[in-house]
Structures are given as C-alpha cells and as structure tokens.
C-alpha cells in the first residue's frame, strides 16, 4: 500500500508529479495534424494520412480538458499543430483557454505556428488573451523555403513575423530546426534577422520525429556546431534561471537581445521536463517521443465525470519515463510525426 504522501500525491487537484519527482506546469495542446506547409524534416509531401475528422477534440472538449488540468497545477497551454491557425475556431478556442483559472490564477496562452494567416487573425487572438507567440522559420531565402516547405509562401511567414513584432507580445521567438547542408550556413543571419525583430532567436536539434521516419543523425547540426558558428560572429553569455524550459540561452554581446539552443539530442534536458502533450485526437502524450499514448477520447464521450479525466492524467504523469533515451542504441521513433503529436 502506497504511504499517505503517495496517497496525496494521487489526490485530484494535487500537484502532477511523476515518480522522479518533476512537477508537470506545461500542456501542450495540438489543434489539428493538417498543416499549410509540408516541410522534409516533419511530413511527406504528399500521401499523408490525416486524423478523422470526428477523432478531433471540439471546442467543449478542449476546455474540459484544460480545466482539469489546470486544477491541478498546469499553469501555461501551449497551442500547436500541425499548424493550429488552421482551426476554424481558434479564436474562440484561445477565448476559453485564457478564461480558465487553476490555484496559482489565470493560465498564461501561448502559440507555435507557421506564422501563415498571423496578421489577418494576430489582432483577434490577442484581445482573446494570447501572451506568447512562438514562430518558425528555417531560412530567410527564397529557394530554400520552398524546397525545405514545398510551398513558395516566404513573404506570408515573413508578413506574419512582421505583425508579431509590432503586436507587443514579449518575449517573440522565433524557431528553426539546423540541418547541415541545408540552413547551417544561415545561423548568424536568423540571428540577426530575430535581433531587427526585437525576438529571440532559438536552434532546434533535429530530431527522429519526421512521419517518415528518414532522421539521419549526421545530418544534424549539434549544440556545439550552433554555438561554434555564433562565437565567431558574437560574445555569448549563458544565462542562468534555466528552470524547466526546454532552451539554454546565451545573451549576446552582454544583452539585451538572447539566443536559445534546444539539444534534444546532444544534450537532453529530460531531468527538468514539466511538460505533457494532448494530441489533436484526444491522446495524452508525456514525452514527445512517447510510444504510449492514453486515450481521453472515450472518457470523453461517453459522459464520465471530470475525476476519471484526472485520473487519466495522472496514470499518464506516473508512466513517465526519466528520459527519452534517443542515444540508447534500442530507440523506436514514435509512429506518429511531429505534424500528428504536437510541438
């Protein structure tokens, strides 16, 4: 029998703690697996086998969840995809979210998105209760964008970036995955561009998450090949308070402006992670390299009450692995992309 601390640490509304003792504050909330780009690292071009639409989570259903899990110490959703502005309602879904209290006050909102569709939609998001905004872009010439995305819409994204910066959300990051022979010879220039946007740069190891399951790892730039390339360009000052986020960040040339560095792979963080993931069909994840998913769907819609969504999410934060072990030579990649699990 489990002693009382045990006990309590089960308890509804009590804090997630997993069996290594990380306190879960982050629920990544993917809104659809569709996407308006196809970009190699994440999604084939074409043949790609999309959720059914009646698997995904509606509106009421995203809110139940979010309330449950903000009961229970979740202070901040982030919102993704796929790309999630492709959701018909994701003002209203960004209205909801924003409305939920947990025990510490509002949860804070967060975005990560393609930047496609930001200024025609960016106004409406933030008077919903957006506070943070996260963009991706993996190089800043046209003929790369296209064969990276499959998509000629550079000046889209870049439009989006452009409405983020003068909107007043802070901090303003910007993501781009390193690949060598790709983008590598790019870094100090996405750098320079985030710095005239007043946003934070941050390089992202690329990691086995493609739905087609084609990750090489001498295709991927390291932590120490990133920061090699901006020490030649800028002073670089690692900045203390990393907490649970998931980049180390340097301030350049002694600030104010900062870069970030996410190593998954060459320098896993594993130890620290408050994060879960809800996929867009209703599947908690609590690793993105997870092979086991639990299922909320059925809790969903059969009428359960809200203890047995607990319930759910606590069986989930007890499964958690202390790390994603990627360099362990018996690695699976998870079936899903990263398009279907969510960033």
Known sequence: MPGPAARDAQASGSPLIDTHGRVHRDLRISLTDRCSLRCTYCMPE??????????????????????????????????TGGEP?????????????????????PVQIAMTTNGIRLREVLPQLIDAGLSRLNISLDTLRRDRFRDLTRRDRL???????AAARDCGLRPLKINA???RGVNDDEIVDLVEFAI??????????QMPLDAGHTWDRSRMVTRDEILAALSARFTLTPVPGRGGAPAEKWALEGGPHTVG??????????????????????????????????????????????????????SCVHGKLPGHAINDPAFLQ??????????
Not at 85 to 105: F, K, M, N, Y
Not at 271 to 293: I, P, V
Not at 334 to 343: T, V
């Open 177 to 179: 995955v390193a690949m």
């Open 85 to 105: 502005l492709l959701r018909t309602d994701i003002v209203e879904v960004v209205r909801r979210l924003a409305a939920v209290s947990g025990p510490d006050g």
């Open 261 to 314: 560095v996410i190593a998954s792979v060459t320098a896993p963080f594993c130890g620290d992670c408050d994060r879960l993931r809800l996929t867009a069909d209703g599947q908690l994840r609590n690793c993105l390299f997870s092979t086991t998913e639990y299922d909320l769907l059925p809790i969903l819609r059969a009428g359960e009450g809200d203890d047995a969504i607990d319930a759910m999410l606590r």
């Open 46 to 79: 074409q043949g790609n086998e999309w959720l059914a639409r009646t698997s995904i989570l509606g509106l009421d259903e995203i809110e139940r969840v979010a309330r449950v899990a903000a009961a229970s110490g979740i202070t901040t959703f982030r919102l």
């Open 155 to 161: 000046d889209e994204v870049l439009d989006g970036i």
């Open 334 to 343: 998870p079936a899903r992309g990263m398009n279907a699990i969510g960033g």
């Open 196 to 205: 005239a946007h007043d946003a934070q740069m941050r390089f992202i190891e």
